[in-house]
Antibody, heavy 118, light 112 residues
């Protein structure tokens, strides 16, 4: 059964880089036809798609974050990652990793809270 | 801001039918791109509820149904139950500069 688990620091200082990892179990990233992505949810607000990486390495990012975000895949560890540079308080959110074959996400991690504060 | 607009809240009594609308534009729903729906229970991750406008993943009750017409889509919940109280989000693809995936603004469904 496909499962996703986010991991990473829960607190990041302003102007630093937020780094999260999503460990995939139950399927091989390198052989599946899944899109793997990151979505975030600021406190009390709605969902915001951040970016996706295809198993081939192709990436897609939301325009508002494109200059600061990198999503990558590590097939040797069966995981994919998010890096968001120059963070501010506005990047404080619950971050989810997710995956899907079509243009939707049919499996989600439980989410991890990231706060940006000095 | 989101390019898909949903009502902030809808409510209904147990057993009733409620609908949640999702209004887009000619660059997403109106262009023929599929609409998908997610249910987010309090304190939980979103869960895929409807994909491809009207298809239910295995395990989703047939009380939930979806449709798409023109630049809008709708989620209907019949036989409303207490554990349907949650936030619901629509999602589609957008061919403009808004992004690859776009989510709706979200709707809180309250069971009275």
């Amino acid at each position: 059964q496909l499962q996703l688990q986010e991991s990473g620091p829960g607190l990041v200082k302003p102007s630093e880089t937020l780094s999260l990892t999503c460990t995939v179990s139950g399927v091989s990233i390198s052989t599946s036809s899944y899109y793997w992505g990151w979505i975030r949810q600021p406190p009390g607000k709605g969902l915001e798609w951040i970016g996706n990486v295809y198993y081939s390495g192709s990436t897609y990012y939301t325009p508002s974050l494109q200059s600061r975000v990198t999503v990558s895949v590590d097939t040797s560890k069966n995981e994919f990652s998010l890096m968001l540079t120059s963070v501010t308080a506005a990047d404080t959110a619950l971050y989810f990793c997710a995956g899907g074959i079509g243009l939707f996400m049919d499996v989600w991690g439980k989410g991890t809270t990231v706060s940006v504060s000095s | 801001q989101s390019v898909l607009t949903q009502p902030p809240s809808v409510s209904g009594a147990p057993g009733q039918r409620v609908t949640v609308s999702c209004t887009g534009s000619s660059s997403n729903i109106g262009a023929g791109y599929d609409v998908h729906w997610y249910q987010q229970l309090p304190g939980a991750a979103p869960k895929l509820l409807i994909y491809g406008n009207s298809n239910r993943p295995s395990g989703v009750p047939d009380r939930f149904s979806g449709s798409r017409s023109g630049t809008s889509a709708s989620l209907a919940i019949t036989g409303l139950q207490a554990d349907d109280e949650a936030d619901y989000y629509c999602q589609s693809y957008d061919s403009s500069l808004s992004g690859f995936y776009v989510f709706g603004t979200g709707t809180k469904v309250t069971v009275l």
